[in-house]
């Protein structure tokens, strides 16, 4: 999976004025989340009313950094991901803002809620990824035999329980399954 470096360059809003810690509550994260949102929204002249979102923690989600909930093409939430802000700070969590109110711009100016060219090109210009790092440690890998591709699994799937009804996409080889016992909870991909 690509991953954009660039929530690693400086925004024109400063991420570090808003920076808490893992000690604050669920409540403050989300006023301090709305707050950045907002001064996003106007130096970069984005079409979101972050006012008329709702804003979300979710503790369950491990792979994803933050989503964008919407309903016919109409943006009505966001969702952070705790695990993500403690495990990766402010600024990572900053960048997950910046790369949600892009779903929302675009979903609002072009009903476009994919990773594609506009995306791309707003992604850079707010200096924030289009893909986030994985930030919690999957439960398994699923290896290819023949050309050592490697899946992330997070749940007891049926490729999990079940790999050999299962053939590698990129060189059609047979999978094994590994529980992942990396010494610190990832292992090297």
Same mark, same amino acid.
């Given at each position: 999976?690509?991953? #954009? ?13 808003? #920076?808490?810690?893992?000690? %604050?509550?669920? *409540? ?10 907002? *001064? ?8 979101? #009313? ?27 939430? +966001? ?8 495990? =990766? ?14 779903? +929302? ?26 893909? %986030?790092? $994985?930030?919690?440690?999957? *439960?398994?890998?699923?290896?290819c035999t023949d050309c050592g591709a490697r899946l992330a $699994? ?10 050999? =009804?299962?053939?590698?996409?990129? %060189?059609? !080889?047979?999978?094994?399954?590994? $529980?992942?016992? !990396? ?5 090297? *991909?």
């Amino acid at each position: 999976m690509p991953v #954009s470096r660039d929530s690693d360059r400086p925004t024109r809003v400063d991420v570090d004025w808003y #920076s808490l810690d893992e000690t %604050c509550s669920h *409540e403050e994260f989300l006023a301090v989340a709305r707050v950045y949102a907002r *001064e996003v929204v106007a130096e970069y002249d984005l079409s979101a #009313s972050v006012s008329d979102l709702d804003w979300e923690v979710s503790t369950r989600a491990k792979r994803r950094a933050g989503a964008v909930k919407y309903r016919d093409g109409d943006p009505e939430m +966001v969702v952070l991901t705790w695990a993500h802000f403690e495990r =990766q700070g402010w600024a990572a969590t900053a960048a997950t803002i910046r790369h949600e109110l892009v779903h +929302v711009h675009l979903l609002n100016e072009h009903g476009d809620a994919s990773h594609g060219d506009r995306f791309h090109d707003l992604a850079e210009r707010l200096h924030t990824h289009v893909h %986030c790092d $994985r930030f919690v440690p999957p *439960e398994w890998w699923v290896v290819c035999t023949d050309c050592g591709a490697r899946l992330a $699994r997070y749940r007891r799937s049926e490729l999990v329980t079940d790999p050999d =009804q299962y053939r590698c996409g990129d %060189c059609g !080889g047979a999978f094994r399954v590994e $529980r992942n016992d !990396g010494a610190d909870g990832t292992r090297d *991909e």
